[in-house]
């Protein structure tokens, strides 16, 4: 009989470079696309259910920016600046902060989709209650119940996309979840460009209370979205898991090879971590390979955050102030615009993950930021210097675009899809978690120190970005490995090494087809085993 390779095509010191043999062979010949392959259609749709999370979070992101924007909105809060300003903004992450691990451990406990849920519900009585806010007191408690209900939605949400997935979409889907984060944006940032003419309290109240409508559609939506198999597998509902790899993936076809091939992988992935499944949240450092992942999993919220476009994010009405635009439609509507240019230019870097790799599109991303925050910087610092130049001021804006396209086509994208891939099952929603946690830590002191910086040392608080640039770029590059073309639990053997990966392989192998002999199977695994253990030693350098 002809063995089916088992090799993992690592070449170099960066990794896997294509998708695996065995998963290539099981693969249905469908020419059809997704969309028109019901299963597959049908299985998008539910994970388009759980983008909302991040369409949620965006909403918000850019609602607070455009607001502070309006005229009726800071004559109402008295203007509120610097430490004001900042605590406005800031409150609603410190819920993050508080409940990141909670929620966690409640997705691994309940399940992705009842996690979900609990945060949906949560943000709504916020929004509520902000819709509804007399004063700023009010004001603040609902920014910090809607961020507790952010927070509890959100951690799920990646990790769900990711393990629902079908195998070859996986890479874009998971890129495509912060990439939402943009549709949010563009709907609160026109919203509130329409609502600056009303002149009245709405003009505020009207996006405040809107930020309802995705979680309502959020909520409706989650009925139909299938529970995660992996999580089922981990629960122990084997026959649950196996049903929605045939649903789903192999499109009714319970006889499919994908399905056999999904389902050795994942229960030989989870069964092998059972000794460490109780070790609790001492999981992500365990070893050299779960401290390293960790770290890499929180830098990557740092990468999001503290890479110059905190400043931008939520405080662009500043910046534009900086340079001379003080209007309230000028704001609104550069605010508008940028949010539909960063949504499409985050969706080009998506499908680009697996054309280039998650490593290198990091690499542009970041070395791209690099320049074009440089150029920026010494723009502004030119026109706040003595020169006022018109001219100058427009071309801060255009590399506000500029920047921003970087920082789409890479660090958006990946946020949240590296880590989820680089995690094992076990540290997965607690990993994410972490990276939750130290987003939101970030974000936190973006909100809160930013307005208070530009209002004391304006563009000379950009060489603070500047310095940190260099750092993201020099750590990505001697630290982020490749995991271009692996399932999720492949990946592992690119961090963990040669041993841990010949025993879940060995797991995997000792299930094959029906007929071999007692040592075939056993030459076979043997040389699996040796093959990995090759592989791993090259990836690893």
Same mark, same amino acid.
């Given at each position: 009989?002809?063995?089916?390779?088992?090799?993992?095509?690592?070449?170099?010191?960066?990794?896997?470079?294509?998708?695996?043999?065995?998963?290539?062979? *099981?693969?249905?010949?469908?020419?059809?696309?997704?969309?028109?392959?019901?299963? $597959?259609?049908?299985?998008?749709?539910?994970?388009?259910?759980?983008?909302?999370?991040?369409?949620?979070?965006?909403?918000?992101?850019?609602?607070?920016?455009?607001?502070?924007?309006?005229?009726?909105?800071?004559?109402?809060?008295?203007?509120?600046?610097?430490?004001?300003?900042?605590?406005?903004?800031?409150?609603?992450?410190?819920?993050?902060?508080? $409940?990141?691990?909670?929620?966690?451990?409640?997705?691994?406990?309940?399940?992705?989709?009842?996690?979900?849920?609990?945060?949906?519900?949560?943000?709504?009585?916020?929004?509520?209650?902000?819709?509804?806010?007399?004063? @700023?007191? !009010?004001?603040?408690?609902?920014?910090?119940?809607?961020?507790?209900? *952010?927070?509890?939605?959100?951690?799920?949400?990646?990790?769900?996309?990711?393990?629902?997935?079908?195998?070859?979409?996986?890479?874009?889907?998971?890129? $495509?979840?912060?990439?939402?984060?943009?549709?949010?944006?563009?709907?609160?940032?026109?919203?509130?460009?329409?609502?600056?003419?009303?002149? +009245?309290?709405?003009?505020?109240? #009207?996006?405040?209370?809107?930020?309802?409508?995705?979680?309502?559609?959020?909520?409706?939506?989650?009925?139909?979205?299938?529970?995660?198999?992996?999580?089922? *597998?981990?629960?122990?509902?084997?026959?649950? %898991?196996?049903?929605?790899?045939?649903? =789903?993936?192999?499109?009714?076809?319970?006889?499919?090879?994908?399905?056999?091939?999904?389902?050795?992988?994942?229960? %030989?992935?989870?069964? +092998?971590?059972?000794?460490?499944?109780?070790?609790?949240?001492?999981?992500?450092?365990? !070893?050299?390979?779960?401290?390293?992942?960790?770290?890499?999993?929180?830098?990557?919220?740092?990468?999001?955050?503290?890479?110059?476009?905190?400043? #931008?994010?939520?405080? /662009?009405?500043?910046? /534009?102030?900086?340079?001379?635009?003080?209007?309230?439609?000028?704001?609104?509507?550069?605010?508008?615009?940028?949010? @539909?240019?960063?949504?499409?230019?985050?969706?080009?870097?998506?499908?680009?993950?697996?054309?280039?790799?998650?490593?290198? $599109?990091? /690499?542009?991303?970041?070395?791209?930021?690099?320049?074009?925050?440089?150029?920026?910087?010494? /723009?502004?610092?030119?026109?706040?210097?003595?020169?006022?130049?018109? +001219?100058?001021?427009?071309? *801060? @804006?255009?590399?506000?675009?500029?920047?921003?396209?970087?920082?789409?086509?890479?660090?958006?994208?990946?946020?949240?899809?590296?880590?989820?891939?680089?995690?094992?099952?076990?540290?997965?929603?607690?990993?994410?978690?972490?990276?939750?946690?130290?987003?939101?830590?970030?974000?936190?002191?973006?909100?809160?120190?930013?307005?208070?910086?530009?209002?004391?040392?304006?563009?000379?608080?950009?060489?603070?970005?500047?310095?940190?640039?260099?750092?993201?770029?020099?750590?990505? =590059?001697?630290?982020?490995? &490749?995991?271009?073309?692996?399932?999720?639990?492949?990946?592992? &053997?690119?961090?963990?090494?040669? %041993?841990?990966?010949?025993?879940?392989?060995?797991?995997?192998?000792? !299930?094959?087809?029906?007929?071999?002999?007692?040592?075939?199977?056993?030459?076979?695994?043997?040389? %699996?085993?040796? &093959?990995?253990?090759?592989?791993? &030693?090259?990836?690893?350098?």
């Amino acid at each position: 009989m002809e063995r089916r390779s088992s090799s993992l095509k690592m070449d170099g010191p960066d990794g896997p470079r294509d998708i695996e043999d065995r998963l290539a062979h *099981v693969l249905p010949q469908n020419p059809k696309p997704w969309y028109l392959t019901p299963h $597959l259609l049908k299985l998008n749709l539910c994970i388009g259910v759980v983008f909302l999370s991040a369409t949620t979070m965006g909403f918000d992101s850019s609602m607070m920016n455009g607001l502070q924007g309006l005229d009726t909105w800071m004559s109402y809060f008295d203007n509120p600046s610097g430490t004001w300003l900042g605590l406005l903004n800031a409150v609603m992450f410190l819920g993050g902060v508080i $409940l990141a691990f909670p929620a966690a451990w409640l997705s691994d406990t309940i399940g992705r989709r009842y996690t979900i849920m609990i945060g949906i519900v949560i943000l709504t009585l916020g929004a509520a209650i902000q819709g509804a806010s007399q004063n @700023i007191a !009010t004001f603040i408690v609902s920014r910090f119940i809607v961020g507790l209900g *952010v927070e509890i939605a959100i951690v799920p949400a990646p990790v769900l996309i990711t393990e629902i997935a079908y195998p070859t979409h996986r890479a874009k889907v998971t890129g $495509l979840f912060q990439t939402c984060f943009y549709i949010g944006s563009i709907a609160s940032s026109w919203i509130t460009f329409g609502t600056f003419t009303l002149g +009245s309290t709405w003009s505020w109240r #009207i996006p405040s209370i809107m930020q309802a409508f995705f979680p309502l559609v959020q909520l409706v939506g989650i009925l139909f979205v299938p529970e995660s198999p992996r999580w089922l *597998v981990s629960k122990n509902k084997l026959e649950e %898991a196996r049903a929605f790899l045939v649903t =789903y993936h192999a499109g009714g076809d319970s006889s499919h090879p994908l399905v056999d091939h999904e389902m050795e992988l994942i229960t %030989a992935h989870i069964q +092998s971590e059972t000794e460490i499944a109780g070790m609790g949240w001492s999981v992500l450092w365990n !070893t050299a390979a779960d401290k390293k992942r960790l770290a890499i999993a929180g830098f990557a919220a740092v990468i999001s955050q503290w890479s110059g476009n905190g400043i #931008i994010t939520y405080y /662009l009405a500043l910046v /534009l102030d900086t340079v001379g635009i003080k209007d309230s439609f000028t704001k609104t509507l550069i605010n508008g615009i940028l949010q @539909i240019f960063n949504f499409f230019a985050a969706i080009i870097g998506s499908f680009c993950i697996d054309r280039l790799g998650r490593r290198t $599109l990091y /690499l542009i991303s970041c070395t791209g930021m690099l320049v074009t925050f440089t150029i920026f910087t010494v /723009l502004s610092a030119v026109y706040l210097e003595g020169t006022n130049s018109e +001219s100058v001021g427009r071309t *801060v @804006i255009a590399f506000i675009f500029i920047f921003f396209f970087f920082y789409d086509i890479g660090v958006t994208p990946l946020t949240f899809a590296y880590p989820t891939e680089i995690l094992p099952f076990h540290a997965r929603q607690k990993g994410i978690a972490f990276t939750n946690l130290c987003n939101t830590i970030a974000l936190t002191f973006n909100t809160f120190v930013n307005p208070i910086a530009l209002e004391a040392i304006a563009w000379k608080y950009y060489l603070v970005y500047l310095a940190l640039l260099v750092f993201i770029t020099i750590t990505v =590059y001697l630290f982020f490995a &490749e995991t271009k073309g692996l399932s999720l639990e492949e990946i592992s &053997e690119v961090f963990d090494g040669p %041993a841990i990966a010949a025993g879940w392989y060995r797991r995997r192998h000792t !299930t094959d087809e029906e007929g071999d002999s007692h040592s075939e199977r056993h030459n076979d695994t043997d040389d %699996a085993d040796k &093959e990995i253990v090759e592989h791993c &030693e090259k990836a690893q350098g």
